[in-house]
């Protein structure tokens, strides 16, 4: 699978944030809307619909924003953050030449 290009991935990240902020705005008013009633908790299903629909969003988004770019960054920071320093370089050495 190619990458889609910069300008494509940068409105679907932009995409997911509004998505997001729909998301937030929408169930805290209907979450409002509800306690302002004192009906028994309808907010509910609206809440875990939108949840999922945002969740879906949320891995397509992932899905085509990730890059080689991204996972070197991500190895980068894993091994930064790494508590065993002496293990991972072990495994370093023992690997083929040249693969990470």
Known sequence: MTAPPAAWRDRLVQGFRWHAWGFVALNL??????????????????????????GVHYMAAKAFTVDERWVEDRIRELNLKSYDRSHIESIRERGPPGDR
Do not use: F, Q, S
């Open 29 to 54: 008013g209907l979450t409002a809307i509800n306690i302002a009633t004192g009906r028994p908790w309808w907010a509910l299903w609206p809440l875990l619909a939108t949840g999922v629909a945002l």
